[in-house]
């Protein structure tokens, strides 16, 4: 059985050596409920699907909840793990078993939270967002999602990363008339209209926006270009897909409105493939507050997009924060400094103990 009351180093690299590629998460929820029923007390634990929640009715003025995915990336021949002084290497080390592993720990080792806890561990994070855990248990059990404060588990390094940054994914649209490239003047080259919208990015000033001490920065960028019919033919169609990652402050609907505005008198037709909104930190609320108070003001805004925006959406003010390099996420030489999951570990057992 897992050992949650032993070091977390050692309980991070139990975890790495049960392979868990997303859709393949029964065994390690199988180990983790068993031994939260066996090493806790005070909590109703259920199950759903691959998913183990758990949470405390103390009749605390504030609840935490502390949400940690259980799936990994496929395995890149780096299963079991491996410690090499102090670097644990192993999939799932990053990203993000180590932060499950202090989240596990503290769930056995806080007998007397200063807080009501709740404690989500989710299978298919890293795949389709329709097979997203944490989109499932926020349809079929809404209120175990209810909090003061969330804490995602994902890989800072150490620091708080607080809301997350909207996507926005279009395909920006030229047409034209085609032709013999012999005779070009007899056509209308669409891949020659969308040298606008690249001028028009490549000269984008992108907005730095701060809310709660962070800085968020915007991004409007090409990601893809597509046309052509052959090396003989003027083109009658291209396109180029533009990703906007914008700040928290933008709904999902002000942001697609920017992007118009943007390319506003080309003549190109914008169509909109994928969005997600962003989150805003919440710093300001008592219960965030006291969390950046425990890891002595280390926040920054994170840049990208994560589950934190399921609970701002749901007016839950949710961080990242766990051990690991974002960075050597799902690399095949994944791992992290046993350090950080110590430090981890002794942060947010500060802030349960001590910041009410």
């Known amino acids: 059985m897992l050992d949650l009351r032993g070091d977390p180093i050692e309980l991070t690299a139990a975890l790495v050596d049960i392979p868990s590629e997303s859709r393949h998460e029964a065994r390690i929820a199988d180990e983790v409920e068993a031994a939260l029923r066996a090493q806790t007390s005070g909590f109703e634990i259920i199950r759903n699907g691959e998913a183990v929640l758990a949470r405390t009715q103390l009749g605390k003025p504030t609840r935490v909840l502390l949400a940690g995915h259980l799936d990994t990336v496929p395995i890149a021949d780096n299963v079991p793990s491996r410690r090499d002084g102090d670097i644990l290497h192993g999939c799932g080390t990053v990203d993000m078993k180590s932060g499950d592993a202090v989240f596990l720990h503290l769930a056995a080792t806080v007998p007397e939270p200063a807080h009501d806890l709740t404690l989500v561990f989710y299978d298919c994070e890293e795949i389709e967002a329709a097979a997203n855990g944490l989109g499932r248990i926020e349809r079929e059990l809404p209120d175990w999602l209810a909090a003061d404060v969330a804490i995602l588990g994902e890989p800072t390094g150490g620091y708080i990363e607080a809301g997350c940054q909207g996507t926005l994914r279009v395909v920006v649209h030229a047409t034209g008339t085609r032709a013999h ?176």
């Open 181 to 356: 490239s012999a005779r070009s003047w007899l056509g209308d080259n669409a891949i020659h209209k969308l040298g606008a919208v690249l001028d028009r990015l490549a000269a984008y000033q992108a907005r730095d926006v701060e809310i709660d001490g962070c800085t968020y920065r915007e991004g409007l960028s090409a990601v893809r270009i597509e046309g052509g019919v052959a090396g003989n033919v003027i083109p009658d169609a291209a396109s180029v897909t533009v990703n906007f990652r914008f700040a928290p402050d933008r709904s999902a609907d002000a942001a697609l409105q920017h992007v118009h505005e943007v390319f506003g008198g080309l003549d190109v037709r914008i169509e909109q493939t994928d969005s997600a909104a962003g989150a805003l930190p919440g710093l300001a609320k008592p219960a965030a507050k006291a969390l950046v108070e425990a890891a002595d003001g280390r926040v920054r805004a994170k840049y990208g997009w994560t589950d934190v925006a399921r609970f701002a959406a749901r007016g839950v003010p949710a961080v990242n924060y766990g051990p690991g390099d974002p960075n050597l996420a799902h690399r095949r030489d994944e791992r992290v400094p046993v350090e950080q999951i110590t430090a981890a570990a002794e942060m947010l057992r500060r802030y349960l103990t001590s910041f009410a």
